[in-house]
Nanobody
Framework: QVQLVESGGGLVQAGGSLRLSCAVS????????MGWYRQAPGKPRELVGV??????NYADSVKGRFTISRDIAKNTVDLKMNSLKAEDTAVYYC?????????????WGQGTQVTVSS
């Protein structure tokens, strides 16, 4: 029932920009955080940025280049990526963390490919 649908991925040249969007549906209860992770080939999934509790945390590698915009009422979260680098190439996953008992519950989107060409 819970769905996280990403869009906006694609191919972009180094130095360019891209915006990813995520629409979340089927979540019941309180959503504590929303954001983005990514996974490059042969590497573990890593944080891009997560917004929750009134603050957004970014990975050092994207800080100053990427911006997360969360609409709490609409349950959407966007990722604006500027000054893209080849090392940003990865599958990007939308992420939601909701309240649960006794633990929070995490949900993931299917992923969208971002490829940055040199």
């Amino acid at each position: 029932q819970v769905q996280l649908v990403e869009s906006g991925g694609g191919l972009v040249q180094a130095g360019g920009s891209l915006r990813l969007s995520c629409a979340v549906s089927g979540i019941t209860g309180i959503v504590n955080a929303m954001g983005w992770y990514r996974q490059a080939p042969g590497k573990p999934r890593e944080l891009v940025g997560v917004s929750g509790g009134g603050i957004t945390n970014y990975a050092d590698s994207v800080k100053g280049r990427f911006t997360i915009s969360r609409d709490i009422a609409k349950n959407t979260v966007d990722l604006k990526m500027n000054s893209l680098k080849a090392e940003d190439t990865a599958v990007y996953y939308c992420y939601v963390r909701r309240w649960g008992w006794p633990k929070e519950v995490e949900h993931w989107g299917q992923g969208t490919q971002v490829t940055v060409s040199s």
